[in-house]
């Protein structure tokens, strides 16, 4: 709040890093293993 960043948390920088990795044209498969999903869905839900 003090830094006047809306709702940032632990899962803001996650969900930034797994977005420019599918901006870069990375494969969803390339990616899972950075989340520790075992389901494409649960990373899909960190990309936007």
Same mark, same amino acid.
């Given at each position: 709040?003090? !830094?006047?960043?809306? +709702?940032?948390? =632990?899962? *803001? *920088? #996650?969900? @930034?890093? @797994? $977005? &420019? %990795?599918?901006?870069? &044209?990375?494969? @969803?498969? !390339?990616?899972?293993?950075?989340?520790? /999903? #075992? /389901? =494409? &869905?649960? $990373? %899909? +839900?960190?990309?936007?």
């Amino acid at each position: 709040m003090a !830094a006047g960043v809306p +709702q940032f948390s =632990t899962h *803001t *920088t #996650r969900r @930034l890093c @797994l $977005t &420019d %990795l599918a901006r870069m &044209d990375w494969e @969803l498969h !390339a990616i899972m293993p950075f989340t520790s /999903h #075992r /389901h =494409t &869905d649960s $990373t %899909l +839900q960190y990309i936007h």
